[in-house]
């Protein structure tokens, strides 16, 4: 009897275990000390330090000319349509944008020899009048293509807009 009381200890225990294992996230990507990793991030970080400067030229260096940007808010733009966008944002002298990246939230997956994909989370702060307060908090998917050793976005979604 006492043999049958261990075996189902050590079945249950063996269950609670896989279970818990399943519901756990699980992230296939890229180790934050990845090479790959640390250049995807490095070129976050660079792309929306020029965001948050109003640095247009050194932003939209980051993108593709062929860009398609999925927005949950305004469907799909190109990069012409991104740039005035920008550039009228980057002039507004009354509001100011700056991007923070949701710290821990940044993925990176191997696209083989093409590139990269990064998903994460971003929040966006709002400057009117010199009082700065959460605009939007959304994920982003970016899709970044490696030519020669120039990365840039060729595909972005950013959705969930809260």
Excluded at 71 to 79: A, E, F, I, T
Excluded at 101 to 120: D, E
Excluded at 144 to 159: C, L
């Amino acid at each position: 009897m006492k043999s049958l009381y261990k075996h189902t200890i050590l079945i249950t225990l063996t269950a609670i275990a896989a279970l818990s294992a399943a519901a756990q996230p699980q992230n296939n990507g890229v180790q934050h000390v990845d090479p790959l990793y640390q250049t995807v991030s490095g070129l976050d970080s660079t792309m929306f330090s020029a965001y948050n400067k109003r640095d247009l030229e050194t932003f939209m260096s980051h993108f593709s000319p062929d860009l398609e940007f999925y927005d949950d808010r305004g469907g799909l733009s190109d990069y012409a349509h991104n740039l005035a966008a920008f550039k009228r944002n980057f002039t507004d002298p009354v509001h100011s944008s700056r991007r923070e990246l949701v710290k821990g939230s940044l993925q990176v997956y191997r696209l083989g020899n093409f590139g990269a994909l990064a998903i994460g989370v971003h929040k966006f702060y709002g400057t009117v009048n010199g009082k700065e307060e959460l605009e939007a908090t959304a994920k982003f998917t970016e899709i970044w293509e490696n030519k020669n050793g120039k990365w840039q976005i060729k595909r972005e979604m950013s959705y969930d807009h809260k």
